[in-house]
């Protein structure tokens, strides 16, 4: 299973880009965009800056990598885009396109959206059964074995 991760965060890091730009068109239109679309955007930023944390920073800047710290983070990541998704597809709901640009556009970044959902509800799972699992299995031992108790 553990295999698998860091080829989950290369395809989150696709999607999410893909993500970015699907809702930078979505939203270069207005002036001030919706705020689902805004947080959607957020969303993919979000996701890049986490994955580059989650993904990049255990293999070269090891001294400010925490494993909860990034659990916690891919859990947040999770919500968002579950939370995001649901808001947009709820926002635009079920348009026929017909060959419109920028509503078939909304409809890939709600798909997207679902699919980095997925991507980080994996991740979440994998780094959670993981920690867990190396959870309380630390063992300090000494050379010269447990000190008795100085009343005995």
Known sequence: MLAFVPIAHLVAAVFAVIELGLMAYVVSPWSSAPSVE??????????LLVLAYVGLTPLYATRIFHRL?????????????FAGSIALAAYWGAPSCHGNTYCGSIEAA?????????????LVVVDTME??????????????????????
């Open 110 to 122: 709600i798909a997207f959206g679902f699919f980095l959902w997925l991507l980080f509800l994996f």
């Open 38 to 47: 805004a947080f959607m955007l957020f969303n993919a930023v979000w996701s």
């Open 69 to 81: 710290a990034s659990l916690a983070l891919e859990w947040i990541t999770m919500i968002f885009w």
């Open 131 to 152: 920690a867990l699992r190396s959870r309380g299995h630390a063992t300090h031992t000494t050379a010269h074995g447990p000190k008795p108790y100085v009343g005995a």
